[in-house]
């Protein structure tokens, strides 16, 4: 028999990325990324010319489309193999990003009499120009106590789907009206290549309050949001909700025209970026915490049993792997953090002296940052850049960078920063394990740790806890393919669940990073000042970093 594919296709914030995979061993044939045309759209909607308010983030569903006409044809082509070979489909995505359609699947910002309105284009995960709706959700749901707001961390994010879809009703009521159904962007592409609209159990779950047993909230509780929402979830959000893994369809004629596969090839159901990434570093049981790093960090945890968590994102049972509670948390800056200080706060002489090295500023600072022991800086910082998206989830809190004096180098604040990160991180981790998901083992993926060794020695020191790290530099993307290759099935040549895929198909690297134990030790109490500061400034015992924030609104209006 001739050796069988699957291609995973991975949606991200500027450009889709398409992946060849050989399911015998996981082995990545070949890949090709398709940036959006159309970039993220966050200041002026582009048939209208007209500027997009602050917060706002859009973007154009027909550059999804365009991600499989070229990509998928290039990953063939480079590989050269015979696409009757490619058994399955499946494509991950940012998530919640939503759009509207008419009874056609059409989206409505595709068609003349809406594309002027900015609330029928695609919302992007990253739209937070929802938040009053968002508070007001909270508000009414803790006031009314409903008991899905526990499994949510006791918040739902304005990025989420029915803070979206409230803002849309609120601010263009004709386009609440005209739309048929609002969608996840990841089940409108595979309503695009199967003719089929089938709604995943991760979006559904994470981002828009779904529950396997529950279902959604009830009516009385969207009536009480807005009595136009009271039939939303039978209506405009309808539709079955299936496992990831499930075969969402076939590939249509013309789909498969466009990308030159097969027609009738196995697609599997729309899937997570970060979800996706679990099983594609082996991940199928609990103790194993999947870190996604780079800009931010995603946090994805398996476990056996439903368990309120301060803070998490959220907990859908089978929502990551079938049989398991998916439990997810994460932290809003990381990655973004470093850049900002590479941008905005180095001095002159340390890009000059990288230059010189031909290295860049990040490596430079990281090689000097390596020198110091854990605590010899005398500097602790609270990575709050972006806000706390776990365990206090809280956008106004800032940053803050505590010990300076006229001896400090740009390196030991690097360090500083790198720690800060990791000591957020480790309040993920004791949070989980603390109240019953067991943390045992860390699993890295992601641009990070393929970027900066001493940031990875640093999250094994103070998590106290051994990191793998994945050998593919397109997680989710292979995890996306592993899925498409369930979709197939074994009698197609793909696999009949994601387990027995994850075991041929996943890899780590060899080495692992392991916590030296004298620098647990020095890392537990820097660990100790950090919670002090954490609870000081997050908690409400001192709320300077609001005031800060106040007062700068209103000296800017
Ligand atoms: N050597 C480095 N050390 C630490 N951070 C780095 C380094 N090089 C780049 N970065 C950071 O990595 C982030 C990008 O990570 P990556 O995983 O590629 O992106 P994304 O999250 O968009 O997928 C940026 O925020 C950048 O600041
Ligand atoms: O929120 C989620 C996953 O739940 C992500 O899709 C979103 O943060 C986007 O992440 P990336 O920027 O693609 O790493």
Redesign the pocket.
């Given at each position: 028999m001739s050796k069988k594919y699957a291609i995973g296709v991975?949606y991200?914030?500027q450009s889709g990325r398409a992946v060849l995979v050989d399911l015998a061993d996981g082995t990545e044939v070949a890949d090709h990324v398709t940036p959006y045309p159309h970039h993220v759209i966050d200041e002026i909607l582009p048939v209208t010319g007209k500027k997009l308010d602050y917060d706002w983030a859009l973007q154009h569903p027909a550059d999804y489309i365009e991600v499989l006409k070229r990509s998928v044809p290039e990953v063939i082509r480079q590989s050269g193999i015979d696409p009757a070979d490619v058994v399955g489909v499946g494509i991950d995505?940012?998530?919640?990003?939503m759009l509207p359609v008419n009874e056609q699947g059409q989206p409505l910002c595709l068609l003349p009499e809406y594309s002027e309105n900015p609330h029928s284009w695609t919302k992007l995960?990253?739209h937070h120009a929802a938040q009053d709706e968002a508070n007001e959700i909270n508000r009414i749901a803790a006031e009314r106590g409903e008991k899905w707001l526990p499994r949510y961390g006791g918040k739902i994010s304005s990025?989420w789907m029915m803070a979206k879809v409230w803002q849309i009703l609120n601010e263009a009521p004709e386009i609440y009206e005209a739309a048929d159904q609002f969608l996840e962007a990841t089940d409108w592409v595979i309503s695009q290549m199967t003719g089929n609209i089938v709604r995943n159990s991760c979006t559904a779950g994470?981002?828009a309050i779904w529950h396997k047993a529950d279902g959604y909230p009830d009516k009385e509780f969207f009536k009480a949001l807005d009595p136009r929402l009271e039939n939303l979830t039978t209506t405009k959000l309808r539709g079955d909700i299936v496992p990831l893994g499930t075969k969402a369809g076939e590939l249509t004629a013309e789909m498969a025209q466009l990308t030159g596969l097969i027609a009738g090839t196995a697609v599997a159901v729309g899937n997570?970026?970060?979800?996706a990434a679990v099983p594609a570093v082996g991940v199928v049981t609990p103790g194993k915490l999947v870190m996604?790093m780079?800009?931010?960090i995603?946090h994805m945890l398996l476990g056996e049993t439903e368990q309120e968590v301060e803070g998490m994102?959220g907990v859908v049972e089978d929502g990551i792997i079938p049989g398991y509670f998916g439990y997810?948390a994460?932290q809003?800056a990381v990655g973004d953090i470093f850049e900002w200080y590479v941008e905005e706060a180095v001095p002159a002489y340390v890009k000059e002296a990288a230059a010189l090295e031909n290295v860049n500023v990040h490596e430079w600072l990281e090689t000097r940052a390596a020198a110091y022991k854990p605590g010899q800086t005398g500097l602790l910082a609270l990575d709050w850049w972006n806000g706390n998206r776990s365990v206090l989830v809280d956008t106004n809190l800032t940053g803050l960078l505590l010990g300076c004096t006229l001896l400090t180098k740009p390196e030991e604040i690097y360090r500083t920063l790198l720690e800060a990160t990791a000591f957020g991180t480790r309040k993920i981790v004791d949070a989980f394990h603390g109240n019953g998901v067991a943390v045992d083992v860390l699993y890295a993926c992601?641009g990070l740790p393929q970027k900066n060794r001493l940031l990875m020695q640093i999250y094994a020191d103070v998590t106290n806890r051994e990191i793998k790290v994945a050998a593919s530099k397109q997680t989710?993307a292979l995890g996306a393919a592993m899925f498409g290759a369930v979709a197939a099935g074994a009698d197609k040549g793909g696999y009949d669940s994601i387990v027995e895929a994850a075991e041929k198909m996943a890899r780590v690297r060899e080495d692992s990073y392991l916590p030296i134990p004298e620098n647990v030790a020095i890392y537990e109490l820097l660990f100790q000042e950090y919670s002090k500061l954490h609870d000081y400034f997050g908690r409400g015992e001192n709320n300077v970093m609001k005031h800060l924030k106040a007062i700068k609104e209103e000296v800017t209006e």
């Open positions: 991975d991200g914030t995505f940012t998530a919640c990003t995960w990253k990025e994470y981002k997570v970026d970060a979800h996604a780079g800009t931010s995603c994102c997810e994460g809003s992601g989710p």
